[in-house]
């Protein structure tokens, strides 16, 4: 699933930053190199952070 169109960021890439140790969407964009731009997406990555910090 794309999270971000923007940056075209899938849900795979929130999810290996979350584990690599990101804890917020701003972190995982720039550990991928990229910043948010209309932030429609932050929600979503940040659901997406927490579930995988849950399942640590």
């Given amino acids: 699933m794309v999270v971000c169109v923007c940056n075209a960021i899938r849900e795979s890439d929130v999810r290996s930053c979350a584990r690599g140790g990101c804890t917020t969407p701003c972190q995982a964009f720039r550990s991928l190199g990229r ?22």
Avoid: H, L, M, Y
């Avoid at 910043?35 to 640590?56: H, Y």
């Fill in 35 to 56: 910043q948010p731009k209309c932030g429609q997406c932050t929600s979503v990555a940040r659901a997406i952070i927490n579930d995988e910090r849950a399942a640590a």
